[in-house]
Nanobody, 125 residues
Framework: QVQLVESGGGLVQAGGSLRVSCAAS????????TGWFRQAPGKEREFVAA????????DYADSVKDRFTISRDNIQNTVVLEMNNLKPEDTAVYYC??????????????????WGQGTQVTVSS
C-alpha cells in the first residue's frame, strides 16, 4: 500500500514561485511513476506533470512547460513540483498521484492508482 501526502501549497503573487512536495510511504512506490494533477474551481481535474521511476523521464502539460519542473528523490521518497512564473490560471488544488505500472508515463487520470489529499495553490493577480 502506498500513501501520498502533499505539502507546500500557499498564496503567491503572479510571477512568483512556489514549491509543492509529495511524500510517499511504502517501499514499492520507488518503482511507480508519479504525477501531479490539479483541479480549479468549477473545472475538471487535469494533468500537470509526471516523472518515471527509473530513468527520470518527464512529461508536462503544454500550459506549464518551461515554467514547472518535476523531480523525484527515491531515497527520500519525495516528488517535488517547482513552479515558476506562476499565473492566476494556475490557481487550483494540486494532487500527487502514483501509477503502479513500471512501464509507462501517462497523462490519464484513470491510470493512477494512489492519490494524495491535495494542497491548495492560489496565485493572485
Amino acid at each position: 500500500q502506498v500513501q501520498l501526502v502533499e505539502s507546500g501549497g500557499g498564496l503567491v503573487q503572479a510571477g512568483g514561485s512556489l514549491r509543492v512536495s509529495c511524500a510517499a510511504s511504502g517501499r514499492t512506490w520507488r518503482t511507480y511513476a508519479t504525477g501531479w494533477f490539479r483541479q480549479a474551481p468549477g473545472k475538471e481535474r487535469e494533468f500537470v506533470a509526471a516523472i518515471a521511476w527509473s530513468d527520470g523521464e518527464t512529461d508536462y502539460a503544454d500550459s506549464v512547460k518551461d515554467r514547472f519542473t518535476i523531480s523525484r528523490d527515491n531515497i527520500q521518497n519525495t516528488v517535488v513540483l517547482e513552479m515558476n512564473n506562476l499565473k492566476p490560471e494556475d490557481t487550483a488544488v494540486y494532487y500527487c498521484a502514483a501509477d503502479r505500472s513500471a512501464y509507462r508515463l501517462t497523462r490519464r487520470e484513470s491510470d493512477y492508482d494512489y492519490w494524495g489529499q491535495g494542497t491548495q495553490v492560489t496565485v493572485s493577480s
